[in-house]
């Protein structure tokens, strides 16, 4: 049984994370905003398809930022009658909404880029502030990149990080555009459609990442392989199991359920067994992530030394 200090800690954890992703997430909505705001608006005075693209785009994040601060603020409830385990599959319903998102705008990006580029004559010179606006956005997208990354990864938020590189394909985009416009400024014109349709590819590209992790984390995914054995670890390490069998993980959120089967001789008493099975259920639980593991006792005949000898001998 976790301790009232360990409780409070866990508490305290929970509570830090959900300020940080609140923090963190209102900046890129700030962010976003401006951006989206300032590139939707020079795109059209400067008549480039790129840099409107990338507005959308900004916009998109917009949105994803609303969906990332709602799954938020869900996923603080606490367990109730309908939701036994609380609400943490609300973060993986928001990182596919994010996916599903992104993949809408960016065939959009992808239809009206190819409509532009199948008609050359029709492009126009873009205007230089539409160079500018590109590389402040450049900037802008890349250090707000740089700190969502930051936080994601100090609160260990699947969720967080996702937006971050969210913000990352953005700045990528930016990057992108910027070199269109600049071939379009010296009479490449088709150079700002093409840009666009570049853009569209990252967005459906990056859309389909996220839905598809999404998806795979709502539908029981398990654990990689690395956070499996730190489990293992510590199952092996636990004074008086004999053995375990049927580990099973799941993802729930950024969280961890595990259900496993113990070996425990079957000559102990009921209470015996019930403490081994508690200190490796409290042993798996010191692993940062793990919200519950669910353990099955199986009574075996543990093999005596001298069968144990034989064995080696064979």
């Given at each position: ?27 890129s909505v700030f962010v ?138 953005d700045a990528a985009s ?141």
């Open positions: 049984m976790l301790s009232t200090d360990e409780f409070d800690s866990s508490e305290l954890d929970m509570r830090f994370k959900h300020l940080a992703a609140r923090r963190s997430t209102m900046v976003n905003i401006w951006l989206s705001t300032i590139q939707i608006i020079a795109g059209i005075v400067a008549g480039s398809q790129g840099l409107i693209a990338d507005g959308l785009h900004s916009l998109s994040d917009l949105i994803a930022d609303f969906v990332v601060l709602f799954a938020n603020h869900q996923s603080q409830k606490a367990p109730d009658a309908d939701h036994h385990y609380g609400h943490q599959r609300y973060e993986n319903a928001a990182s596919l909404a994010i996916g599903v998102l992104l993949l809408a705008v960016g065939l959009g990006m992808l239809w009206s880029a190819v409509r532009k580029v199948e008609q050359p004559d029709l492009i126009q010179e873009v205007k230089i502030i539409a160079l500018w606006v590109a590389l402040g956005a450049l900037l802008a997208k890349e250090l707000l990149f740089r700190y969502m990354l930051q936080i994601g990864k100090r609160v260990q938020s699947n969720m967080l990080i996702a937006n971050a590189w969210h913000a990352r394909s930016s990057l992108v555009v910027a070199a269109g416009i600049g071939g379009n400024l010296l009479g490449y014109h088709i150079l700002d459609p093409v840009a666009a349709l570049v853009v569209g590819l990252m967005v459906v590209r990056m859309g389909w990442g996220f839905a598809r992790d999404a998806l795979h984390d709502l539908v029981d995914r398990a654990v990689d392989e690395k956070f499996l054995v730190e489990i293992r670890r510590a199952l092996d390490d636990t004074p008086g199991l004999i053995g375990w069998h049927d580990l099973r993980t799941r993802k729930m959120g950024d969280l961890i359920l595990v259900d496993v089967h113990l070996e425990i001789d079957g000559q102990l008493t009921i209470e015996e067994g019930h403490c081994i099975a508690l200190d490796a259920r409290n042993r798996v639980m010191m692993q940062p992530l793990v919200l519950n593991l669910m353990t099955h006792i199986d009574p075996v005949k543990p093999i005596s030394q001298e069968t144990s000898m034989t064995r080696s001998i064979t």
